[in-house]
């Protein structure tokens, strides 16, 4: 890294390599002890504990309306796979590393990680509404909004949406089992299978030949224009924050149930796949606040659209993506984000322990590995983690490290794009 003593500009903030679109690990220098940036926070643990009442209230809905979900009693959550035996590391030189799945991949409902947030902001709507309008008798009464009655009221209510795919498909999903209206603007990026599935739910696609920010610009002003709407702004929005840091609950039951307690015998290094930063954001918030510094959380984006490094790293000074000469176009659509938001920059940035960079053909390379070993269906953007994990093992092996690779979506990706991409003839 190059900094000039006197007054150095945004652009001498970014590591060279992130500037020459090379993969990269960047150590977060602001970063300090959970216990001493916690408390200074505007989020608590008792938001967490707030959301997390919120979700177990709209449980019993969530059999009603996803049975997919009555073996988890409504509960949305995914596994976390021991993959040690079945992941060939051997390449890596570090066959014996003790590596973790969080398959949010495979999240019921959704088939990514956006359940955690995009599906969360929707029931706080919801609920408002519901308890606002009397379609409820009390806050534990949610189920009540499975009758039609109650679902003909909340269709007088519209959710907007700005979206790179699967945000737009989560909210979307959600919106319209409740009855609400949805629209959702696309990014130049969105896949057109992701379009479609959304327009077949009797969701208003609105499709745009901008970035991803462009989209949420318009989403939020037609919004604005529209009494009936609420509008869910991926750029700013501690509702989405707080519902993804619920998954830390999951993650620390799951982890005493297999017996592994964070920090005893070595740190627990988590990656997470980065776009705008509300998902990986909330999650390392809720780790840090449940686990502390036991738990490192790495964040993981393309070399093509590094916005969350570069916020960090420049701080106030921080140039854009495009002064860095970068489209911020990838395949990994979940991912191809040019600005980070500034909520969660500002939340989490004395916190996480530092970002990686990927190339797409490496994202590619994992999405083709993991299906070899062990079977899993990932989208490039998910395969993000397994990069900065070979990185990591490269660079900084720790012998006594636990990995957890957190993986975003793709089981729900239609067989014949999944094909496309693992036989290397995908489109862009
Ligand atoms: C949205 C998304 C992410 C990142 O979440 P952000 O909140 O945008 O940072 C990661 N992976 C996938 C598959 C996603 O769709």
Redesign the pocket.
Known sequence: MTFRADNPTGLDLIPAAIAALQPCFWENPRREPAAKVLPGLDMTRADMEEAQARWRRFRPLFVRLFPQTADTEGHIDSPLIDVSTELDLSRENVADSRVLIKADHDLPVTG???AR?GIYEVLTVAERIALEKGLVSSPEDMVALAAPEAQNELGNYKITVGST???GYSVGVIARALGFQAEVHMSRDAKEWKKKRLRDMGVKVVEHRGNYSTAVASARASSASDPSSYFID?EDSRTLFVGYSTAAFDVVRQLTDAGIKAGASGPVNVYL????????GGIAFGLKTLLGDAVRCYFVEPVKAPCMLVELAGGLAAPSLEELGMSGETIAD??A?ASASPLVAGLVGRLIDGCFTCTDDAMVEWVKRIWAHPGLKL?P??AAGFCALEQLLAEKPDPRAIHIVWT??GAQLPDDEFLALIRGDHSR
């Open positions: 990514c990680i956006k947030g795919g699967n945000l991926d796949p980065c776009g705008v930063g509300g998902a990986p979940g991912l984000v989208e953007s998910a975003t979506g």
